[in-house]
């Protein structure tokens, strides 16, 4: 079927092509204007001046390693919080199952930064300091809702008879799940935990909201900068965390299950 | 699955303690009272409510709606033609096309904000290509306008319309078209009779998947607005961690949310409705 | 001797009745079948007996002892599935030795189980692959021993061979029997093809839309079906369609829409009115309209309108002035007949068998 396809596609009028063609221009201007101002060069200095100032802000480096940290605490907690949800909810009916579901969707649907000051408020009726733990719980939280999806999508074509097999060679229900199901989930799960942590490592403005005082993340640095005014040291940063992601993103589109996995999020 | 209810428990738990509950919080502190000196006096009050009756809010308000819609609407329009123009590519291309899409969709709202900012700062390259056209301008008023806030809004969020496009057009039987063309129809009943009809629910989707976020957005209007460009996210900021004054702010986002489910309740009564006029 | 029995086992899912009232036993050694077409309910009662669903109500017993009330691993029985249920993230030996490394044996005599299980079925050099590098064949082997190796007292095999091409599924048919055969373990075997049932098994159960509707060896489903959908579904039928017309202890006149009567014998309860007439087209001579026609046999009269040559056997299609045509088998050598020609068919009364559509 997919041959006939092929042929079949009439070809749109010129105007489309321009519009598609624009429109890239536009998505990347703005990118190859920050990579370029990067490399400005004042008088005495080297094209990489400014990449160096950044690798010795003593600042930056903090705030790079508060990013990492958050990223991965964050990617850890959402992926085994997501991953039990997604497989709790293809595969049992529980008390509280279209609650869960609800919520889930809550939370993808919910505007960030409503999320962000109901988290604020939430925490300071708690008495809970602010801080990278906060930050770490709230990011957490809004990536729950894609480890749900991402690993929905993949346990949606799990075949149904390898969890009967297992149970007839006499697995239990806890063995059938740690030797068959997550196993077979494995390239799924790294998939989620990708996506959780670039989507921790980007955000802003709930960072922004529920995080103390020594403990900024990337983004808000570099927010902070640049309300302050737009250099080229700024370029640097900017060039450097979007290598950065560029390179996670690279690797984890070799591995089949990912690629698989994001074209079933584009359908 | 006796399992299922184990597993599902943790996050069952962390979506009641930590979207649930802070939603039921924030509502609580809406009808609360702001103190003297910034804290939170617990009562029932509409006060804060009626206060967002005022010309100032409501005009912002009006503002916010607008630019959400209209950045909605240009997403979706420019996004159905690039997505057209992506599924119609020779299949060597397509992936490539998709990548190139998906690039900046992944990438760091800031960093897409400064280039923005880049390319219209004070001696930056748009700066530069109007004095070499002789087009009179003032530079400082190019790095921060509203118009800018548009051209933010609209570049952020066309991938977040593109994809869902891409993916409903890829799904989309092309033979419908010929059949039509070889019944005898034009372009333009092509279009309205057989196309739009398929392609509407995903039309409406990305429209508002592009919407909603949009309503809220703080960093475009904030960075590249200056103080002309106050939408909702940004008041609501600024009652929050500079005036201190929780309850208004909760107050607004309520008013938010508010906004959302009544764009929502007239989508699914268009739905409705067409589902009604198919029978 | 029987090892295995199904008592009253009903199994309704949401309302929907899926099993009714089951009862059925099965010898130790014995290959047995659960014959009908797809949603009648066989791979259910084989999932009921392998303890992967509960049944509604009934008890299933092993050698006098319930089952129905353990889970899977408690049971002496073992499954091979449709699509073979390989895990696919491991390798096949990996696959084999599963059942028994949940069973904490010591591990070197896991492996060698798991080889000898492997090498019975010639795939020793395949123990290190994983099944997607395997053949369909292959892999129906992998699952065979898999469940083999764990020592089952019953072995349930739910249409195994169904995804296998014609020629591979006749070898597996041949390999199945001998192993059977060889090993003395007692199969149950669903399948819908009524073909691989009779060469394979000692008995067959055939089951529709919920009910077991005879439990015998082939030939004696083959000749002498107790119901309608028996008769109807194993083996090929020339169906005659009319009202009852008088009867005389077992045999029944029926006269037919084109005004000729024939006799029939009652197989089932009939209900006064119409019924429909069964015969096997072997069993039904037919001679050249100015042969002299055999006394005590049901005689019509008709026009050859088709002739299938289907090499030892050739169908003939008579048009007897009724809504349904009338096949009839003959050797190849015997045929003599034109299309068109006016012919007699013959068939006696005791293989006429009547059945009432709705009579179970």
């Known amino acids: ?267 | 699955m006796k399992l299922a209810r184990w597993l599902a428990l943790p996050s069952l738990g962390w979506f009641l303690f930590f979207i649930l509950a802070p939603m039921m919080l924030i509502f609580a502190i809406s009808l609360a009272h702001r103190g003297v000196y910034g804290q939170i006096e617990w009562g029932f009050s509409l006060g804060n409510y009626t206060s967002l009756i005022s010309p100032v809010i409501l005009k912002i308000f009006f503002k916010t709606i607008c630019f959400a819609g209209g950045t909605a609407l240009a997403c979706v329009s420019l996004g159905v033609l690039a997505a057209w123009g992506m599924a119609a590519a020779p299949k060597v291309y397509r992936d490539l096309l998709l990548a190139l899409i998906v690039v900046p969709f992944l990438t760091n709202g800031l960093i897409r904000i400064l280039g923005l900012k880049t390319f219209v700062s004070v001696d930056g390259p748009l700066d530069m290509i109007l004095s070499w056209l002789h087009i009179p301008h003032d530079p400082f008023s190019l790095s921060t306008n509203i118009y800018l806030v548009g051209v933010g809004m609209v570049t952020s969020y066309l991938p977040f319309a593109v994809l869902p496009l891409y993916g409903a057009f890829e799904k989309f039987d092309f033979s419908l078209v010929e059949a039509a063309q070889d019944l005898g129809a034009r372009n333009r009943t092509v279009l309205f009779r057989i196309v739009l009809p398929v392609l509407w629910k995903p039309l409406v989707g990305a429209a508002f998947l592009v919407f909603i976020p949009c309503l809220g957005e703080y960093l475009i209007p904030d960075l590249l607005g200056g103080a002309k460009a106050l939408l909702l996210g940004n008041l609501i900021t600024e009652k929050f961690l500079k005036a201190r004054d929780w309850p208004v702010g909760s107050a607004l986002a309520i008013g938010l949310i508010f906004c959302l489910l009544v764009s929502w309740v007239i989508l699914s009564y268009l739905e409705r409705k067409r589902h009604e006029e198919e029978r | 001797m029987a090892l295995l029995e199904i008592v009253d086992i009903d199994k309704a899912v949401e309302g929907q009745i899926i099993l009714n009232k089951i009862n059925l036993s099965v010898n130790e050694g014995e290959f047995f079948s659960l014959l009908g077409s797809s949603g009648c309910g066989k791979t259910t009662l084989l999932r009921l007996i392998a303890g992967l669903d509960k049944p509604s109500s009934g008890e299933i017993r092993l050698d006098n002892k319930r089952i129905d009330n353990l889970p899977p691993q408690h049971r002496p029985t073992k499954m091979v599935f449709q699509k073979y249920a390989l895990f696919p993230h491991m390798t096949a030996i990996d696959n084999v030795a599963f059942g028994l490394r949940l069973r904490k044996l010591p591990e070197a005599q896991v492996r060698e189980k798991s080889m000898n299980a492997l090498d019975m079925f010639g795939l020793k050099n395949f123990a290190g692959r994983k099944p997607e590098t395997l053949s369909g064949g292959q892999q129906q082997r992998v699952a065979v021993a898999r469940a083999l190796v764990n020592e089952p007292r019953v072995l349930l095999l739910d249409e195994p061979l169904s995804a296998l091409d014609q020629k591979m599924r006749e070898h597996m048919q041949t390999e199945l029997r001998a192993l059977q055969k060889r090993l003395g373990l007692t199969f149950i075997y669903v399948t819908h093809d009524q073909e691989e049932a009779m060469i394979l098994s000692d008995r067959i159960g055939v089951m529709n839309s919920g009910r077991l509707e005879q439990v015998a060896t082939p030939r004696d489903l083959y000749d002498d079906p107790k119901t309608f959908f028996v008769a109807s579904f194993v083996g090929q039928m020339t169906k005659l369609s009319g009202q009852l017309d008088g009867a005389q202890g077992e045999y029944f006149r029926v006269a037919l829409p084109n005004g000729e009567k024939i006799q029939a014998r009652k197989k089932s309860e009939l209900k006064a009115g119409g019924a429909i007439a069964f015969v096997r087209p072997e069993k039904i001579l037919v001679l050249p309209s100015s042969s002299p026609a055999p006394a005590d046999q049901n005689v019509l009269s008709g026009q050859i309108s088709q002739i299938h040559f289907r090499g030892d056997q050739t169908e003939l299609e008579i048009d007897c002035g009724l809504k349904q045509k009338v096949s009839a088998y003959m050797m190849s050598s015997d045929d003599n007949f034109k299309n068109g020609q006016n012919v007699k068919i013959c068939f006696c009364p005791t293989e006429t068998w009547l059945f009432d559509e709705g009579a179970t």
């Open chain 1, 1 to 267: 079927m997919k041959k006939k396809d092929e042929r079949r596609r009439p070809r749109p009028p010129n105007f489309v092509r321009f519009v598609l063609v624009g429109i890239l221009l536009a998505l990347y201007i703005p990118l190859i204007c920050v990579v370029v101002g990067a490399f400005r060069q004042t008088e005495g200095m080297g094209a990489f001046n400014w990449f160096k100032e950044v690798l010795q802000d003593e600042t930056l480096l903090e705030a790079l390693w508060n990013s990492i940290v958050v990223g991965f605490c964050a990617s850890l907690g959402a992926t085994v919080l997501g991953a039990g949800a997604a497989i709790a909810i293809h595969r049992g009916r529980f008390w509280g199952r279209p609650l869960l579901e609800i919520l889930s969707y809550v939370s993808l649907v919910l505007p960030e930064i409503v999320f962000a000051l109901a988290l604020l408020s939430w925490f300071f009726v708690l008495n809970v300091s602010l801080g990278l733990s906060t930050v770490i719980m709230a990011h957490i939280t809004f990536s729950i809702s894609y480890v749900i999806l991402t690993i929905g999508s993949r346990l949606a074509s799990f075949d149904p008879s390898l969890d009967d097999a297992a149970r007839d060679l006499g697995a239990s229900e806890w063995q059938v799940l740690w030797k068959i199901t997550i196993p077979i989930l494995g390239p799924s799960l790294l998939a989620s935990f990708l996506l959780s942590f670039l989507l921790s490592f980007d955000d802003f403005l709930i960072t922004f909201f529920v995080n103390g005082v020594g403990s900024d993340t990337l983004p808000v640095k570099l927010y902070a900068f640049m309300k302050i005014g737009i250099t080229p040291k700024l370029n640097a940063l900017a060039t450097m965390m979007w290598a950065l992601t560029a390179v996670l993103l690279f690797v984890s589109f070799r591995s089949p299950a990912f690629k698989g996995t994001l074209k079933g999020d584009v359908e």
